[in-house]
């Protein structure tokens, strides 16, 4: 250890990451330095605004407030941890012009900007590692370049939002609302102040892109796909599913599926004897699926500051013993010469939840169901409860509105877009009709 010169860091951003990352490098320095073979100094931590209280102490000299810094000859290793896309991608393209490597945790860069700083990075002949842009803590993208590769990948089933995770997870254990679980998301650090992209799906959808190109060679952006957030379900949703023996889960899934590659992000009605179903709090699982191998699970957790700052330090150590400069030139992540097919929506095949807030007045059912008839949809079980909802008024007077759920036959998803259309419409239906995927 003592002949290896020190990997020498500049970490860019001191927020909730960027500081998980200096403790753990500043007070497991010499465990580190033992299973590397070589330290892992912090040389700068430079920041905006350096007069911000954070919760980690650093020597002196090391907080630092220019961009330029980046480019010293005494750094070997940019660490993105800044967010967002357009400072952030600034930074990357001027670390690798400097010819430093990069480590990032900003999955909305690499969907956004992959490609062009991919590209960068091979011409300059260095590496970018990103292990913490997925499932935080979670050695998952190791696993598919690494431990997996003599596999061809089958299928990807994956919870990869911790923050969506602990919202169902709250609401159903505690019977709390979606707004109060929230709230308690956003207490406990899970979710931000502006929670959208977490529970409007686009975070796990951005992750999912990450994980297919990977996997399947398929560069896809979130329009190519369905793509469903959890800020439509109400506590309803979830106890039906709990009693009819599932577990809803957001579900970011890619599977071969022909010579097409199926992809979609949506909560999901999981069968509750399988094992993402058991997955609580901001814990992620990320199923795998390979020809040789078979099924492997990935968990842990998924949220937070020190499980992310621990796949960031977990990138550097590859990068200190040289197994992600010899691993980063194979993966040709963003470019393979034959990726799968994104397979069109409309010939997505499943079995579906259909929950309804209907005028309980003769003929109610029966408009839903020959609705669904019209289309080829099938019912294979339906559930009534017998309590009120609210009153309303159903143009002959003060009716009562009940749920009613349908659960379908196996269709496809341009069958039920078809019935969507005329299901919205019906009079005997209120306006927040849901319709879940079932995972069989």
Not at 136 to 151: H, K, W, Y
Request: proline letters at 4%; glycine letters at 8%.
């Amino acid at each position: 250890m003592a002949d290896l010169q020190p990997l020498r860091v500049a970490i860019v951003g001191l927020g909730t990451v960027g500081s998980g990352v200096a403790k753990i490098l500043l007070e497991n320095s010499q465990h580190i330095a033992r299973r590397s073979g070589r330290e892992i100094d912090v040389v700068f931590a430079i920041v905006r605004d350096p007069t911000k209280p954070r919760g980690v102490t650093l020597p002196d000299g090391v907080l630092a407030t220019s961009f330029e810094l980046m480019e010293s000859p005494e750094i070997d290793v940019v660490c993105e941890l800044i967010g967002g896309t357009t400072t952030a991608g600034d930074v990357v393209r001027q670390a690798l012009n400097a010819g430093k490597h990069v480590v990032t945790a900003n999955k909305a860069l690499l969907c956004e900007q992959g490609d062009e700083l991919f590209q960068l990075a091979r011409e300059k002949g260095k590496t970018i590692c990103f292990e913490a842009a997925v499932a935080g803590g979670v050695p998952v993208i190791e696993g598919l370049s690494q431990s997996l590769a003599a596999n061809q990948i089958q299928s990807i089933e994956a919870i990869v939002n911790g923050t969506s995770n602990f919202i169902l997870t709250e609401m159903l254990d505690h019977q709390s609302s979606y707004e109060d679980a929230v709230a308690r998301a956003q207490e406990k650090g899970y979710a931000e102040a502006d929670p959208t992209m977490d529970v409007d799906g686009t975070d796990a959808a951005q992750k999912l892109t990450i994980l297919a190109q990977l996997a399947f060679g398929t560069k896809a952006s979130l329009n190519d796909f369905p793509r469903q957030g959890i800020d439509k379900l109400k506590l309803a949703d979830l106890k039906y599913a709990d009693e009819l023996g599932y577990r809803v889960k957001l579900l970011a899934v890619a599977k071969r599926n022909g010579d097409f590659l199926e992809l979609h992000t949506q909560p999901t009605l999981i069968h509750d004897n399988l094992p993402m179903a058991a997955i609580y709090d901001a814990y992620n699982m990320i199923e795998i699926e390979g020809d040789a191998v078979g099924k492997t699970w990935f968990s842990g957790m998924g949220a937070g500051q020190m499980p992310t700052a621990s796949a960031v330090v977990s990138d550097l150590i590859d990068l200190a013993v040289g197994r992600a400069q010899q691993t980063f030139p194979l993966l040709d992540l963003w470019g393979q010469s034959e990726p799968l097919r994104i397979l069109p929506a409309e010939k997505i095949e499943r079995r579906y939840y259909l929950r309804f807030h209907a005028i309980d007045q003769p003929g109610t059912i029966s408009s839903i169901a020959t609705i669904l008839g019209n289309h080829e949809i099938s019912i294979a079980s339906c559930i009534q409860h017998e309590f009120e909802i609210h009153p309303a008024d159903s143009g002959e007077g003060k009716a009562s509105i009940v749920p009613f759920v349908v659960i379908t036959h196996t269709t496809t998803e341009g069958q039920m877009r078809a019935a969507d259309e005329e299901l919205i419409q019906c009079d005997a239906i209120e306006p927040d009709y849901l319709r879940l995927p079932i995972q069989d």
